[in-house]
């Protein structure tokens, strides 16, 4: 039996269509595209805060499991030169999605036969495949940046059947102009800044999909249709999807320990506005992370048993730095701040304004891109005074 036909494999796809995160019109290309073949021999998994290779070789028994199971896949780490030598690397740097991640993609791009698809991030070529399964190899076209990673995806999909797919070796940033009109693109890597070529190489009625991220709001998926004039607006749809990033928009990700230094002689006040409120919804994150730009948020869970577990607010262009320290039994906990900036009062000046705007969700922040770049605003705010909020995202 092949492992796309096993019932572990079976039941994953039809637990992900019955939970109706796809239609069942994909599950043809789930169970026919077989997942193995686009996997390399050596994956990664977690080993405390770094990754360490696992050769299917070594455990073909774990390998398969993996590659079969329900979470992502990590296939390359640190751009393929691992950082801490031979077998142990530090940041994934290109993985197989999550099959219900990839299910919420091609769903969420609304593909239909028919339709002439440009992916972005190819990875190991399974996306791409389960495009050409349904649509055929001839409308699939995928832009990967690395080199390595495209030659082995162009063999996998050979292997697999589906040799006619267009594999590119180049920045997907620009898209390919030569390929236009596409009726979608489909990115597997997040733009923070939505590139105005892939808007440009989209017919008009068409839908750009991508992940996107902020450093205050690591996750999302962002919709846009491009209109006949040439532009795309939309918005997320979701606020859970987390992706790595195009290489050139990477955000980097600073520990505390890279900002924050013994010497430092912090501002201490206290406030009475739990954290949870700051970091816990994805659409307060969104509204903060618009309008505190730059800052990323760190929780510390208690190590201990008395309860005590604290959030970093971190600015590593800055160096500023700010730390809510949580205790349970109280109603005013510390606040430390440190910096020219005050990320604290930042991002609770930003909740605030956020709640008097009547907590408007992210699809009520509306997208554009044209070849000026990338708008955010808030459409309809419930009170206007409070205005329209728009600009750059950072
Ligand atoms: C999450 S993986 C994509 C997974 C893939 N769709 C699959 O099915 O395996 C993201 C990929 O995007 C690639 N990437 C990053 N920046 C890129 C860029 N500017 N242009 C094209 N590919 C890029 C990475 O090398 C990585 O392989």
Redesign the pocket.
């Known amino acids: 039996m092949s492992s796309t036909t096993s019932p572990s494999w079976v039941g994953l796809v039809d637990d992900v269509i019955a939970e109706g995160v796809v239609g069942k019109q994909w599950r043809a290309a789930f169970l026919a595209v077989p997942r193995e073949v686009?996997i390399p021999e050596v994956i990664w998994r977690e080993a405390g805060d770094d990754l360490v290779s696992l050769r299917r070789a070594e455990d073909p028994e774990e390998w398969l499991r993996r590659v079969y199971g329900s979470g992502y896949v990590v296939t390359?780490v640190d751009d393929g030169s691992p950082a801490g030598g031979e077998g142990r690397g530090r940041v994934a740097?290109?993985?197989?999605?999550r099959v219900d991640i990839v299910a919420l993609m091609l769903d969420a791009g609304k593909v239909e036969p028919g339709m002439r698809v440009l992916?972005?991030?190819?990875?190991?070529?399974?996306?791409?495949a389960l495009l050409a399964h349904r649509l055929g190899p001839e409308n699939v076209t995928t832009?990967?940046?690395?080199p390595e990673?495209a030659a082995h995806a162009r063999a996998a999909l050979a292997t697999a059947g589906y040799g006619t797919v267009r594999v590119i070796t180049a920045?997907?940033?620009r898209g390919h102009a030569a390929g236009r009109p596409f009726d979608r693109v489909l990115s597997?890597?997040a733009a923070p800044q939505v590139p105005n070529a892939w808007v440009t190489q989209v017919r008009p009625g068409g839908l750009v999909l991508t992940p996107w991220s902020s450093p205050y709001q690591p996750a999302g998926l962002l919709s846009l249709t491009v209109a006949a004039d040439g532009t795309a607006t939309g918005g997320l749809v979701n606020t859970t999807v987390s992706?790595?990033q195009?290489?050139?928009q990477r955000i980097r990700r600073v520990t505390v320990a890279e900002v924050v230094r013994d010497t430092d002689i912090p501002d201490i006040s206290d406030t009475d506005l739990h954290a949870s409120h700051l970091c816990n919804d994805g659409h307060a994150r969104f509204a903060i992370g618009f309008q505190v730009p730059g800052c990323q948020w760190e929780y510390v869970p208690a190590t201990g048993d008395d309860g005590r577990w604290c959030v970093w607010f971190l600015d590593p262009v800055s160096r500023s730095w700010a730390r809510f320290a949580y205790q349970p039994g109280v109603r005013r906990w510390p606040i430390h701040q440190f910096g020219p900036r005050r990320l604290w009062d930042e991002a609770t000046a930003a909740y605030q304004w956020w709640t008097n705007a009547g907590r408007p969700p992210v699809t009520q922040w509306r997208f554009t891109v044209t070849p000026a770049g990338q708008q955010v605003e808030l459409v309809n705010p419930i009170r206007q005074e409070q205005g329209t909020r728009a600009g750059e995202l950072a």
């Open positions: 686009f390359q740097t290109s993985s197989a999605s992916e972005i991030g190819t990875g190991t070529g399974y996306t791409a832009i990967e940046i690395d990673l920045d997907g940033a597997t890597v992706f790595m195009l290489r050139d």
